[in-house]
């Protein structure tokens, strides 16, 4: 069983950086696509990054394009979420998930395995 464990949220001014590391164990890493979502209080989930495991193409949504870099290390068997520039509206919790497809796109319906999540607060 594939399991996803998120760190390296916190509390941070606007403006500010962050990266996001997500673990995989329990499944051959190369093997997975993995995206990055996020979910405010009161919103539906929103999906801000993916990467394919087998070209290693990757997605963003317009809202976050130019600001934020999805990188996986499969020695590592971590994927990773740099944030840059993050505004107020960045805060949410955001989460890791991993899919057998060869591609990450944005429809979470596609992602067999998720993380537990991690806290991003952006304060103005």
């Known amino acids: 069983q594939v399991q996803l464990v998120e760190s390296g949220g916190g509390l941070v001014q606007a403006g500010d950086s962050l990266r996001l590391s997500c673990v995989h164990s329990?499944?051959?890493?190369?093997?997975?696509?993995m995206g990055w979502f996020r979910q405010a209080p009161g919103l539906e989930r929103e999906f801000v990054a993916g990467?394919?495991?087998?070209?290693?193409?990757?997605y963003y949504p317009d809202s976050v394009k130019g600001r934020f870099t999805i990188s996986r290390d499969n020695t590592k068997n971590t994927t990773y979420l740099q944030m840059e520039s993050l505004k107020p509206e960045d805060t949410a919790v955001y989460y890791c998930?991993?899919?057998?497809?060869?591609?990450?796109?944005?429809?979470?319906?596609?992602?067999?395995?998720w993380g537990q999540g991690t806290q991003v607060t952006v304060s103005s």
């Open positions: 998930a991993a899919s057998k497809g060869p591609f990450a796109r944005g429809d979470p319906s596609i992602y067999e395995f």
């Open positions: 329990g499944g051959t890493f190369r093997y997975y696509s």
């Open positions: 990467i394919g495991w087998s070209y290693g193409i990757e």
